[in-house]
């Protein structure tokens, strides 16, 4: 029973470790957005959909909320977005994006995960032109043509729409975030988003095998004890 009752208390340590990166990593991305597009949701849809984001998560309200006094005050960090890219084990392809206080910190700190498990990190463009920047908006429903119809009444520019399992998923440049999601809320009112997200979608796939999956797994884990990093998008398939 003591080792069991121990074994428990590691793995609840682990957990709230975790659970703590994720505030931090939150807290950090609130700020920064508030800071630049301003504190009110409903006029940052940025903001709006980072906040939903976050209560989807269980981030703690006080977590949130002293993010955003944060970012009403005068001065403060200035943090910046920093993409870095490469490939990584099994010759997949990595982006790593981060919001950072300090570049050249972070390019080393991210620099390092890429040598430990020997592989290189990349120059600006290596693979960023095998992913797609998109803006990802999925709701409930079963009918993507009034969908597809309030898009383009609002002249956005859709990249698809997928109609699967109850649920339409609409694909857009990330420029066109804001504006689809306007004209989706426009159209269907108050829209509880299932996804509501930019990211950087692969157009192809690289499936791992033998060593270089655990050598991903650890990759990632590298890549995700930073800070810094916010988001890390890849091509690999375990």
């Known amino acids: ?38 504190t009110d949701p409903s006029g940052n849809l940025t903001l709006r959909g980072l906040l939903e984001k ?27 977005v920093a993409r870095y890219e490469g490939f990584g084990p099994g010759n ?3 982006i790593v994006s981060c919001l950072t206080d300090n570049p050249n ?23 960023s032109h095998m992913f797609d920047h998109s803006a990802i908006l999925a709701f409930a429903g079963d009918d993507e043509e009034p969908v597809l119809e309030a ?21 857009a440049p990330h420029t066109e975030y804001a504006k689809a999601k306007a004209a989706l809320t426009a159209a269907f009112g108050d829209i509880d988003f299932a996804v509501d997200e930019i990211q950087f979608l692969p157009q192809t796939i690289t499936e791992l095998s033998g060593d270089d999956v655990p050598q991903f797994e650890k990759f990632l884990d590298l890549l995700n004890d930073l800070d810094d990093v916010q988001n890390v998008y890849h091509n690999a398939q375990c």
Do not use: W
């Open 1 to 38: 029973m003591g080792r069991a009752f121990q074994n428990r208390k590691e793995s609840m340590a682990k957990t709230a470790a975790v659970k703590t990166k994720i505030y931090s990593k939150y807290g950090r991305e609130i700020y920064a957005c508030a800071k630049s597009g301003g």
């Open 151 to 171: 898009l383009m009444e609002a002249d956005v520019d859709v990249t698809d729409i997928e109609n699967e399992n109850g649920q339409i998923t609409v694909f």
């Open 105 to 127: 910190r972070t390019f080393g700190d991210v620099r390092q995960c890429f040598t430990k498990v020997k592989c290189k990190i990349g120059t600006p463009g290596s693979v």
């Open 54 to 80: 976050a209560k989807k998560d269980q981030v703690p309200s006080h977590v949130i909320e002293k993010a955003l006094e944060k970012a009403q005050g005068a001065g403060g960090e200035d943090f910046a």
């Open 92 to 94: 997949c392809m990595v």
